[in-house]
């Protein structure tokens, strides 16, 4: 993971993500749809999460990006609740779901302590979620066009829209300034759900990271300086006592008083990440919709 910021599951957990070459699909008995690119995971169990990847073009980014979709099962997913998942910086879609994440929504669906619902990645570059270049705009891809795409896949409520954001490190940043977007549109979500955020207290540390063009931009984007925004939107944040965005999250925990706000043992990284899903899983779980609407 460059810098430590991206987040993900280990290779083995993310087998039917990472596959490469046509010998390795027929040995782990993946389905390739060759019109369409989507590679599915085809596996025996009702506790199975089924994985897909496919390729789409994003106007808002002026490019192809992935979208990947984690489904608690084999089953009919038609109009399952969606939440956002968010990547950190110098991540992928492919590798935004932190290890376990996929394997435990699958098991507490099964086993009733979830209610059904789904996450979708998106590749969103490494700008802190926002146009800091003219012409890539994730957030407008995030706002705008995910929700077609869901809609076309029959996920999601009639107009596609995700009922939650989650990320990791630059990705919980993305979250919480995602939560901020819908709820000036109307369209507030359920839950957002930040773990490891990206708040940092220093713009000579933040400007480090070239994705904002001036201290004034980032105050004007910066979660920290900017809680009032998201208004009475559920929020969760999870922190280790050891990783470096400690102090922008505890300020944001005082500032915000989130539903959680958990700080624990553990640095930047995937072993503290898996670590938090359970309860992640549950937060989101306790706010997702019984049904998305036909």
Request: net charge positive.
């Amino acid at each position: 993971m460059a810098d430590g910021e991206s987040g993900g599951g280990s290779p083995l957990r993310r087998r039917t993500l990472l596959l490469a070459g046509a010998a390795g699909l027929a040995t782990a008995g993946i389905g390739v749809g060759a019109a369409s690119g989507v590679v599915d995971l085809v596996t025996a169990g009702s506790a199975e999460p089924r994985i897909r990847t496919e390729r789409v073009h994003s106007a808002a980014r002026g490019r192809e990006v992935d979208l990947v979709t984690i489904l608690p099962d084999q089953l009919s997913a038609r109009n399952l609740p969606v939440c956002l998942f968010l990547h950190g910086l110098r991540g992928r879609a492919r590798q935004a779901a932190p290890t376990g994440l996929a394997q435990t929504l699958a098991g507490g669906v099964a086993d009733g302590t979830l209610p059904p619902f789904a996450f979708v990645a998106v590749d969103g570059g490494d700008n802190y979620w926002h146009e800091n270049h003219v012409g890539d705009n994730p957030m407008a891809m995030l706002l705008d066009e995910v929700p077609a795409w869901l809609r076309a896949r029959g996920l999601g409520d009639a107009t596609g829209t995700p009922f939650a954001c989650a990320g990791v490190s630059m990705g919980g940043f993305g979250a919480l300034l995602y939560a901020r977007r819908r709820q000036e549109r109307a369209q507030p979500v359920s839950a957002v759900a930040a773990i490891s955020p990206g708040l940092l207290m220093s713009w000579r540390e933040m400007s480090t990271r070239r994705a904002f063009k001036s201290n004034t931009e980032w105050a004007a984007l910066d979660p920290l300086r900017n809680v009032e925004k998201i208004d009475r939107a559920p929020v969760g944040i999870w922190c280790g006592t050891e990783d470096h965005f400690i102090e922008g999250a505890r300020k944001f925990m005082r500032l915000a008083k989130p539903e959680v706000a958990y700080t624990g043992p553990g640095g930047h990284g995937d072993s503290f990440y898996r670590k938090v899903v359970p309860d992640v899983l549950s937060f989101l779980g306790r706010h997702a919709p019984t049904s998305a609407k036909a």
